[in-house]
């Protein structure tokens, strides 16, 4: 099922999402993205990408905001929604990498809010974004 957010929910973390978004470290590409998660609990956890000159170490905006979430104590599968910004044509989407650890950390149900740098808003839900997701033979509630 999922979760329901208000309008002022989705709004809060579309401007946390922005403001973060300026603090990413992109040297090379030069695209930042920002991203906030809210727990269940009601704590954001932000998240912007950071760039390394090797490339494998960079790390998407999504994937911090996740890490750091679970590395300040919330368990997987707490939290409420993501919203994510990037300065693209459309409301920008999480990359495949994104896509899986989010099936895995919040299942497929959890909200995804997607914007870009003129407003445009889009939504949908980590389920929708991966199709197919790999889970663990265990985990049968992600399928």
């Known amino acids: 099922m999922m979760s329901k ?9 579309l401007k946390e999402a922005k403001e973060v978004r300026e603090r990413a470290y992109v040297p090379y590409s030069h695209f930042k993205v920002g991203a906030a998660l809210l727990a269940e609990d009601g704590t954001l956890h932000l998240g912007c990408n950071v760039e ?7 790390n998407c905006a999504e994937r911090t905001a996740l890490y750091r979430a679970i590395a300040d104590g919330h368990a997987p599968r707490s939290f409420k929604a993501i919203a994510v910004t990037g300065n693209t044509d459309e409301p920008i989407t999480p990359c495949g990498t994104c896509r899986q650890v989010l099936m895995e950390l919040c299942g497929p149900h959890m909200p ?15 389920g929708a974004l991966l199709p197919g997701a790999f889970v663990l033979p265990e985990d049968e509630e992600a399928r």
């Open 5 to 13: 957010l208000t309008q002022q929910e989705k709004d809060f973390l």
């Open 52 to 58: 390394n000159g090797t490339l494998s170490p960079t």
């Open 112 to 126: 995804v809010i997607m914007t870009n740098s003129k407003g445009e808003v889009a939504e949908s839900t980590v």
